[in-house]
């Protein structure tokens, strides 16, 4: 592909799965620069750190890793190596300036929306760099919001196995009172539906069985098709269920206020949209939804599901919850208790409110004390885990259709992802990874769900 010397690339990913993404498509436009994957970051002649902002502790961690990359650097200059340190992401994004001034060894420091000129800014810290190992650069920063989209200025990706991934929104314009993505990730963005097309049939091309559409925003997705028209995710869905080859499509992250009524029948007339949502509520609380600004009560959310379970009765689901909002009482607790108690949720994720330098909710003088927090942590993720393992125990007896993904930490083990998004082994031939099996689950393990072919033979397996 290249004439260029082979050089080695460590990526750090944190937070969320376009930051996955994200990385992915650095390492694709470093690639031309002979930049291939580094086991760890001692052998890397090139690290970059792709960060989130969303909590004070994974922006705290940035730091930290910053600081042993940097003894890494030294080594490597001992032995007349040199090494490339980059921070990309969120706390790039918020923090640019900031990590100069307290790391000032770092080369380069590049957010979420400019990573297409890599390739030259790479080039102006080597060039900085030479002949002086472990020597910084002037220092470059680059973290404005370009007018031309990113998406125009990258190669196009392919499949790295049966799962990929599809960034097909960036960006947040509703301001969640505790939120840092409308500063970091900018203004709203779908990309165009041809694109997206297009990108999906290489992916299938290449292997992918199933894609996850990603977005902070994935269904207030209102990208332009054909003639002009402006498309929403719904009939987005519908588009990529016609490409060959592409059995499975799921979508993240969804807000409750952009749940509309296409997107919920499409659960309903399209098969290879999985039965699976993750639905943020972050509180059961009205006043304290309000308070956050999300523009929707727990009754919207109640409403939302009861239509969901109406059309897909087997859809299954997830969100994220902040315990301590400012503000926050022991009744909106409960509140927030009772709605998960009424919808039950196969998984979740649930966080302490941390408070953001910049947001509204920071600045408010009703903190909720650390130990409150913590006590409601514990009660909410206790009732989650519980439903969670009940969840997965109904399961047990089932036949399902598992993706096979990869091989397991057991040799002759393969794990794949249910329609619901568990994880499910079963033994089997490396030769499975990519098929669709029909697969009959017989016991439950803490963090997945054991199978055996559902028929005897292997042969009778789907391979999409
Ligand atoms: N766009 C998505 C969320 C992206 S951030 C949505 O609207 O649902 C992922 C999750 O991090 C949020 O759902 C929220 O639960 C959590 N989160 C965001 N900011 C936070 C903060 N300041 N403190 C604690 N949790 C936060
Ligand atoms: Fe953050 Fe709210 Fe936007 Fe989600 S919808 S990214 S929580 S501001
Ligand atoms: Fe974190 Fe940025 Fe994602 S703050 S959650 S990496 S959008």
Not at 121 to 135: E, F, I, L, Q, S
Not at 313 to 326: N, Q, W
Not at 361 to 377: F, W, Y
Not at 430 to 453: C, D, F, T
Request: glycine share 6%; proline share 5%; net charge negative.
């Amino acid at each position: 592909m290249t004439d260029a010397p082979a050089k080695r690339l460590f990526i750090k990913t944190y937070g969320c799965q376009m930051n996955v993404y994200d990385s992915a498509r650095m390492a694709d436009v470093l690639a031309p620069l002979g930049y291939a994957p580094a086991e760890s970051p001692a052998d890397a002649d090139m690290v970059i750190l792709n960060t989130c902002h969303i909590r004070e502790k994974a922006a705290e961690k940035v730091f930290s890793d910053l600081g042993r990359v940097r003894a890494y650097r030294s080594e490597r200059a001992a032995e007349g190596k040199d090494m490339i340190i980059a921070v990309a992401g969120c706390v790039a994004q918020a923090e640019g300036a900031e990590i100069m001034a307290r790391a000032p060894f770092v080369d380069i420091v590049l957010g979420p929306q400019t990573y297409h000129r890599l390739p030259e800014m790479v080039a102006r810290a080597a060039r900085a760099h030479d002949g002086k190992t472990g020597a910084k650069s002037a220092g470059i920063l680059d973290t404005e919001f370009p007018v031309e989209p990113k998406f125009d200025h990258l190669p196009a990706p392919r499949a790295e196995g049966p799962a990929a991934f599809l960034s097909i929104q960036e960006g947040c314009d509703k301001f969640c009172t505790f939120c840092v993505v409308p500063y970091t990730r900018g203004a709203e963005y779908s990309r165009p539906v041809a694109d997206i097309l297009r990108e999906a049939k290489n992916l299938a091309d290449s292997g992918a069985r199933e894609i996850t559409l990603l977005g902070q925003n994935v269904n207030a997705y209102h990208g332009v098709g054909e003639n002009d028209e402006v498309w929403g995710l719904g009939r987005l869905a519908r588009a990529l269920a016609d490409i060959d080859g592409l059995s499975r499509i799921r979508y993240t992250t969804s807000h409750p206020r952009d749940m509309d009524d296409a997107l919920m029948a499409a659960h309903r007339d399209v098969p290879a949209l999985m039965p699976f949502l993750h639905l943020p509520v972050q509180s059961g609380s009205d006043k304290i939804l309000e308070a956050m600004n999300r523009g929707h009560t727990a009754d919207d959310y109640r409403r939302i599901i009861a239509t969901l379970r109406g059309y897909r009765p087997d859809m299954a689901l997830s969100s994220d919850f902040i315990v301590g909002y400012p503000g926050e009482s022991d009744k909106d607790f409960e509140a927030t208790m009772a709605l998960v108690r009424e919808i039950t949720f196969a998984q979740a994720f649930s966080f302490k409110y941390s408070a953001r330098a910049g947001t509204p909710a920071a600045v408010l003088r009703t903190q909720v004390p650390e130990d409150v927090k913590d006590a409601r942590l514990y009660a909410l993720q206790e009732l989650l885990l519980e439903q969670q393992r009940a969840f997965n125990k109904a399961s047990v007896g089932r036949t399902f259709d598992v993706l096979l993904t990869h091989a397991g930490r057991h040799p002759g083990q393969l794990v794949g992802k249910s329609p619901y998004l568990q994880a499910v082994h079963v033994m089997a031939d490396p030769k499975h990874i990519g098929a669709i099996a029909r697969l009959k689950i017989v016991s439950l393990e803490s963090n997945s769900l054991g199978a055996v072919w559902a028929d005897a033979s292997e042969s009778t397996i789907k391979t999409a």
